[in-house]
Structures are given as C-alpha cells and as structure tokens.
C-alpha cells in the first residue's frame, strides 16, 4: 500500500491528525536525562539516553497519534552514536505502529540523491528495513532532477516525500516569496506534478508539501493549489499557530472525517514540561497532557468546521 | 586563523585550486572493494572498507591539493556504521593536512540550524574535533535564519561555509533561475551579506558559494557580484566543464597566483579506473594519474589568463 493511504488510514483509526515532532535537543532534556549532557560521558553513553528518552516520548504518542518525526539533526550532534540512535528511535516507533517521517530536509543530484532515498526509504539490505522512514522531508532548491530519484524509490518501495513549499520561519519570505508568481507558488505546482504519479485509492498522492501553519492565511490558497497534495503543517503550538490557523489546510472523506494533513508540533508536546501550563509535573505527565490538549484542541476545531 | 585565510593559504601551498570530491558510491567502487556491496556481509564490514578506500584516496591527494570534499549521502547509505566510516574519513584527511569541505547541504532554521552547525563545525565535546569539518555545504532555500546560526559558529570556530547559489545540474533552472533578478542572483547578493562578518585577512570571506562550472558563462557575473567570496565550482570533468571554463571564477594574489574558488572533481578523480583514459591500469595509478591530469590542465588555463 502506498504511503497516503497509509497514513490516511492511520489518521481515520487515530481520529486525529496530529503529528509529533521528536526534537531532542539536548539542552531541553528532562533532569532525568541531563547526562546526555555531559561532555566527560563517553558519547555513545549520552546518545543511549538520548534514544531512550526519544522512545519514551513514542510510547507516549503510540496509539495516540498516527505519526512522529524525528529531526535528524539532533541525532546528529552526536555523530556516528547519534546515527545509532536515530535508528533504534525509528524501529521503536515503526514496531509500536507509527508511521515515521525522517525530518531530515535532504536535497541534492542524481546518483546522490539516490542515495539518500536509499539511505532513509530503501536500504540495502534486508536487515536496514526496520530503521527505516515511510516518508522523508526534501528540499526542492535544486529542482527536478533533485526529487526524481526519490519518487522512483517511493514508487517501489510505497513511502513518501514531503516537501518543503512554504516553511513557517519568518526568514522563509527570503526566498520562497521571491518572483512573480511567488518561488513557493512555482515549487507548490512542481510538487502537484510530482505527484500526480504517486496518487494512491485514498485520492491523495504520497508526495506532500510542508506549509507553515504560521502562514494561516495563505492555507487555504496552498490548499487548493495543490488539491491532492498531503500538507505537513509545523508551526502550531511553540511556533504561535493555534487549531483556528489550520483548518483551511484539511479536505474531508465522503465520511466527513478530515484528511490531507498533518499538524506538528515538536516541543510544545515532548518538552511540555518546561512549559508554563505544566509546571511541576513529571515530564512524561506534562507531555500525555500536552498530547491531549493538543488532540482536543484539533478535533473541536476540526469538528467546528465540519 | 578563519577558513578563508587558511583556504588561501594551502592553495598557495599546493599551487592548485584542486578539490578531490569522495563520493564512495558503492556501485562504482574499484573490484579490491567489491565486497561493499554484499549485502550478506554485516554493514559494518562494508562500511569498515568503504571508509578504507576513501583514505586510500586521501592519502593520494594528501599534499597535492589543498582540500577534498566528501559527499555525505554515501555515507550515510550504510546507516550509522556509514556515519562512523565518515568520522574515520575525515579525521584521516586531516591528519594528511588536507581541508575538509562536508558536503552535506543541510538546511534548517534556529536550533536545528545550530544542532547542524554543532554537528559539522564544532562538536559538542573535545574529543569530536579531529572528526569535524573546516566548512560545510548549505542550502539557502529556508531563508536567512537558517544561515545565521551558521555564522555564529564559524565566528567562533574559524570554519567556513559554501552556500548553494547556482548549482551545476540541468534542473537547477527549475527555481535558481525564477525571479527577476533571477533567483540565484538574490542569493549571490545574500551570501555577500552574511559574509561581510567573516572577511579574512586574505580578503576573502569565509562564507563561499557553490556555483556549477556547466554555467561557465555565467561565472565572470557571479565573480563580480560577490566580490571577496570564495567559489565551489562542481560539474569540471565527469559533467562536462573545462579548465577553460573555470578561469574566470579567479582572483589573482598581489603576486599573481590564483584565488578566491575550488574546483571540484568527484568521480572523474575516485573512480578515474573506470574511464577509458585510463583503462587497464590499477584503480590507484588511474586515481594518480587523473589527479595530475586535472592539476596540470587547470594549471596552464590558469596561467594563460595570468
């Protein structure tokens, strides 16, 4: 099966769209996890509490919400141990039944850009299966031939892309507002066309765009532009956007559930506990309750709407 | 001493611009390594050789040119064990005096910039330094707030960046020629900005530009818009661009050398036993003689324009 209809089937069982960043930065970790901090540690000792606190957060969301995103970067820091643990967080959440969406905002040519899609949605070998992604973030600066190898893998091996359209800083307007019709206008119909081969039973195309929910007026525009397209929205929570900013963003199934997006949010759920509203709370209390809210605050709005 | 100075200095070192690409992709490499691509092997046994046949062409570059520039994606291939190989690589060539360029085209805003930045540049303990990069490779797509925490770091650590601004690929007209001004020139005119806090005492910034050397036409206007930044031009041999093609991409020293741009060579240097120039010969001897090939054409082009 494809990876829309997956993940459309995943947001009907889970009744909710939400998506939960995995963004480990290492200055945020709970006291139980300050270790992970210390530079005299040995690193591989640091990136095992890393991963560890990672899979706590997916049990947390496991049931809860049909998909995570885990940002490579912050694995990364820790290097080749950081790798290590990117890998067991991603076979946590896929055994836990999660979908897994690689942040990982890969971009670059041919052969290479084949590697990366093997890297994250292939592997080469039968033993890479369980650490990897059912979709990935993508750059599109350098264009086609940039994103081409990837829908060749996504093709073969029913995974996704999402790709960067309209990101939710406010350095975006930089570039991606540039020209006339805007660059991110320009990128919004290459990513349709992209896509128009990956289209699933779902009616949605396994190739999706990331549009800020910052941008909340420009949704709805972004929506119709691109009306098979999965939306990734980041924004919502930490970034400023509320539940009203992203309804614009959804479609419905003929059964009125909504679909074709996901809302993230990264640390408003896995350091709620730093947070104002969970004050003195354990830190797995804070981030079932920031879950919660957040998945409450989704489907009124979502309702509202209907 | 900053990345630009100490850039400009192993030019004048060597005598040449030469860039040495590794792009170990597995598929290509020499049949002594065909063992790489088992995939019945334990990934870390192929990723132990991949890491041994890029320091084999480490040690061949070592003093003849001033940089090499290893491609993250095949590395990454092989998952975590790759990230370790990466780390051996890179500590190799710097041992062998070599700069390293990581061309990893990362793109991402605030603390994940900055996570990148620690990741590449800095580290997050002593004991990562010899595994970093002097610069790394940036995508612009995001916006100024996904450089700047780039900048803060090279500040502190004397490393450097080269900012996609043109790349050498067909499809790169897809979105870096939209606009008018196009695309790629908005770009230019920011990497001279966020550059002008990093100008060495060469001259030059540390914060360069990737731009295709299959635009040679392009390269005198791109020179003259960013004035004191350094070029990476890839696309020389493999792709199809000459030693002609690049002169214009060149300053001049008050004493007549050249400055102020790299040119790269990936496969045409790593994996030269595959071409029909060198048909016959060991992988190493191709590798040799393809280095001095490429050092003694850009060499006399160089010197013609002198």
Redesign the interface.
């Known amino acids: 099966m494809n990876f829309a209809d997956r993940l459309q089937a995943a947001i009907e069982r889970c009744g909710n769209p939400c998506l939960v960043g995995l963004?480990p930065?290492?200055d945020l970790l709970p006291p139980e996890y300050a270790a992970a901090r210390d530079?005299?540690l040995p690193?591989a000792e640091?990136a095992r509490l890393l991963a560890r606190f990672c899979r706590e957060v997916v049990e947390l969301a496991a049931g809860r919400v049909p998909a995570v995103k885990p940002?490579s970067?912050?694995f990364?820091?820790?290097?080749?141990?950081?790798?290590?643990a990117?890998?067991q967080v991603v076979r946590t959440a896929r055994q836990a039944g999660l979908l897994v969406i690689g942040d990982v905002?890969?971009?670059?040519?041919?052969?290479?850009?084949a590697?990366?899609a093997?890297?994250?949605l292939e592997g080469?070998?039968?033993?890479?299966r369980d650490?990897l992604c059912d979709a990935v973030t993508l750059?599109?600066?350098?264009?086609?031939?940039?994103i081409e190898p990837f829908l060749d893998t996504c093709a073969r091996t029913g995974t996704g892309l999402y790709i960067?359209v309209r990101?939710?800083?406010?350095?975006?307007?930089?570039?991606?507002r540039?020209?006339?019709p805007e660059?991110s206008h320009?990128?919004a119909d290459?990513v349709t066309q992209w896509g128009s081969r990956l289209v699933g039973a779902s009616g949605w195309s396994s190739v999706g765009a990331v549009v800020g929910a910052t941008h909340g007026h420009e949704l709805r525009d972004f929506r119709a532009r691109m009306p098979r397209t999965p939306l990734l929205l980041p924004g919502y929570g930490a970034q400023g956007a509320s539940a009203r900013d992203v309804v614009g963003a959804f479609g419905r199934t003929s059964a009125g559930a909504p679909c074709g997006a996901l809302v993230n949010s990264s640390r408003g759920i896995t350091f709620a506990w730093r947070e104002k509203a969970h004050q003195g709370k354990p830190w797995k209390d804070a981030t079932r309750d920031a879950l919660t809210h957040m998945i409450d605050e989704l489907s009124s709005a979502l309702s509202a709407t209907c």
Do not use: M
């Open positions: 963004d930065h290492l530079v005299t690193r640091r940002q970067a912050f990364e820091v820790l290097g080749a141990d950081g790798a290590h990117w890998e905002k890969r971009g670059d040519i041919s052969t290479t850009a590697a990366y093997t890297a994250f080469t070998s039968e033993s890479d650490s750059n599109p600066f350098l264009g086609s031939d940039s960067l990101t939710s800083n406010k350095g975006s307007a930089d570039f991606q540039h020209g006339l660059l320009l990128v290459k």
